[in-house]
């Protein structure tokens, strides 16, 4: 704009000479400006979209400040040249040219202080020296006139310089501070890991250039086994430590892998090279290995392992949700099944996903009251060879997906949250069966993690079993190790609600989990059950014969009773007789039983001592 104003002032000038000065100052000159003006704003034309680096624009300040010497210089002392040529009223044309020119000039150079002043210095100051020296009141009084205008706007040019320069530098603090703010939301503030809103920005990120490119992103989802009996034995402070050690090792990642911290023990990876399947897992299984390492603190020297779940894209998952969901039930099935190793997403887990989601939509869909049913395993006292009670155990007939076992639609409720309107219908069967049974039977009955995570869910339990008739003081209620893996200190007051209602609790499945010892003496229980997974070959493994013989001496000890699971042979049975072992259930004995078939069972049972015979330890 400035060289358009100066082009188009200076024809307008030189035209208005065109017949009293020569053609060399009213033709040639112009034509020399308007080339190397026009040379400037063709260059300013074609790099206005450029965004330049702080070394390009300081260079190109600099040259508009030497541009702006020569061309106040030019323009100033062609000006002069035309004044001896033409009247009065062309003389005062010229004054007026330069007088209005470099006001304009003033207005065009604002945001570039120095480049303004060196003109308004250059061609003020040789107009106000040279109209004063003329001695024509008139062009005094305009040098003069035009000399403080200048001076004026000049003093407003730097006042807005001083507002423009205020401004900048408060958007470059402001935006200091927002890419502070950015970097903080997006790192977790105690382990200095990258956080969860971080990895789903990442992982977006990285799956759309992995589309571009053509290449592969492996996720995986690491959750610390074993961590909370260690938080909650030591205290938060120390399960912080703990997790602040973790995220060391996972700073040191090879080259092509970034960790994640999601929240609570849980981390992430993401690798966007293009790795193979074997590749990526080997290398989680290094990482696992690392974690697994014993961490030296304060407190003690703790271990704990790590499980990590694994998907890779593109190949089952073409969107980051879908492929978080993979990794986490990956994840999922290394903690069921494989716990302290990796699994990797396969077309085996998309298949059982499927079929999760069709059995989890039968069960929301479900009149589960119609549906669920009930058998019942015996559970024997060895030295009598007669029931003391029964174990209730769901069963489920769908219209559309037929028998579905309880190993499959049970974690499928727990995980959907749903579990408690499975139990209650069921509990109610249960109490109602039972309540016609001899009085020296007793019920087991399985309570998932869930029915004790709120006082609420627990009292709708206590109503069902106030309204039944059967007391209370028959009733074992059997609580796996899983279920301290959540709120631990709701789910004590939970068990303690039961306990004085009078029901008996059992720990079961004891062994397979990693909190049986630091619970056992904190929490009111009456019984214990072994797993089977201790009992398989239990005659001919001297390992299992060892594990089994210290439970079995812990639990007297502690005054608990102790029940052994899955008994299936007589090998085996004949084992835990030889250790002392008094109350067993399994198919060494009976499987489970239909309702109808229990008065038959303990009918056949009926020789030899009663059950009001059984000695007191046996009936409670």
């Known amino acids: 704009m400035m060289y358009f104003i100066l082009l188009s002032s200076s024809w307008a000038l030189s035209i208005t000479h065109i017949h009293s000065a020569p053609l060399l100052l009213t033709v040639c000159v112009p034509l020399l400006f308007t080339f190397l003006c026009g040379v400037r704003m063709i260059f300013w034309l074609r790099n206005r979209g450029v965004s330049p680096t702080t070394e390009i624009a300081h260079a190109a300040m600099t040259r508009t400040n030497r541009l702006a010497v020569f061309i106040a210089i030019a323009f100033t002392g062609w000006s002069f040249m035309l004044v001896p040529y033409g009247d009065a009223y062309q003389q005062s044309y010229v004054a007026f040219y330069m007088a209005i020119t ?15 002043v060196i003109v308004t210095t250059i061609v003020n100051g040789a107009f106000f020296v040279f109209f004063i020296s003329v001695g024509q009141p008139i062009f005094i009084a305009v040098a003069v006139n035009v000399a403080l205008v200048c001076a004026g706007m000049i003093s407003v040019l730097l006042t807005n310089y001083r507002n423009f320069e205020q401004m900048i530098m408060s958007q470059l603090r402001s935006k200091a501070l927002s890419d502070e703010n950015l970097r903080l939301a997006n790192l977790d503030s105690l382990t200095d890991l990258p956080n969860r809103r971080a990895f789903f920005s990442d992982l977006e990120l990285a799956l759309h250039e992995a589309k571009t490119a053509g290449s592969r992103v492996a996720l995986g989802l690491i959750d610390l086994d074993g961590f909370k009996p260690i938080n909650d034995l030591y205290g938060h402070s120390a399960g912080d430590r703990l997790l602040v050690e973790v995220a060391k090792r996972l700073l040191v990642l090879p080259d092509g892998l970034k960790a994640y911290r999601l929240g609570g023990d849980e981390f992430a990876i993401i690798s966007a090279h293009s790795v193979d399947d074997a590749e990526f897992l080997g290398a989680a299984n290094v990482l696992i290995d690392q974690l697994h390492h014993p961490f030296d603190m304060a407190e003690a020297t703790v271990r704990v392992s790590a499980s990590m779940g694994i998907a890779i894209y593109p190949d089952l998952a073409s969107t980051p949700e879908r492929l978080f969901d993979q990794a986490d039930y990956a994840l999922y099935h ?9 699994v990797l997403f396969n077309a085996t887990h998309e298949s059982k996903i499927n079929i999760d989601a069709r059995i989890e939509q039968a069960l929301k869909q479900a009149d589960l009251t119609k549906e669920l049913s009930l058998t019942f395993q015996p559970i024997i006292d060895i030295r009598w060879g ?3 009670g029964f174990e209730a155990l769901a069963r489920w007939e769908s219209p559309t997906l037929g028998n579905v076992q309880p190993a499959q639609f049970f974690p499928i409720a727990e995980r959907a949250g749903i579990v408690g309107l499975l139990t209650r219908p069921l509990l109610k069967k249960a109490l109602e069966a039972a309540s016609h049974w001899d009085k020296n039977i007793r019920l087991s009955f399985n309570l998932s993690a869930h029915d004790l995570n709120s006082n609420e869910s627990v009292l709708l339990l206590i109503g069902i079993i106030k309204s039944s008739n059967l007391d209370a003081d028959r009733i074992d209620l059997e609580i796996t190790e899983t279920a301290f893996t959540h709120d631990f200190e709701q789910v004590k007051r939970s068990i303690e609600m039961l306990r004085l209602l009078g029901c008996g609790i059992s720990l079961d499945d004891f062994g397979i989990g990693y909190s049986s010892l630091t619970r056992l003496h904190s929490l009111p229980f009456t019984k214990i059950k072994i797993d089977r997974s201790f009992i398989v070959d239990l005659d001919k493994t001297p390992a299992s014969y060892k594990i089994v013989k210290s439970v079995l001496a812990l639990s ?6 102790c029940v052994v699971e899955g008994v299936e042979t007589e090998g085996e049975l004949a084992a835990l007789q030889k250790l002392g072992g008094t109350f067993v259930q399994g198919y060494v004995y009976s499987p489970p039983l239909l309702d109808k078939e229990v008065a038959e069972f303990i009918a056949r049972s009926s020789g030899g001592v009663g059950p009001e015979e059984l000695p007191e330890v046996a009936r409670n």
Request: glycine letters at 6%.
């Open 556 to 561: 007297r000890d502690m005054g608990l009773q």
């Open 102 to 116: 470099v006001i304009s000039c003033i207005f065009c150079l604002m945001y570039l202080r120095s480049a303004a």
């Open 386 to 388: 007669k029931p003391i």
């Open 334 to 342: 290394a903690k069921s099944t494989r716990r302290g190793s990796a």
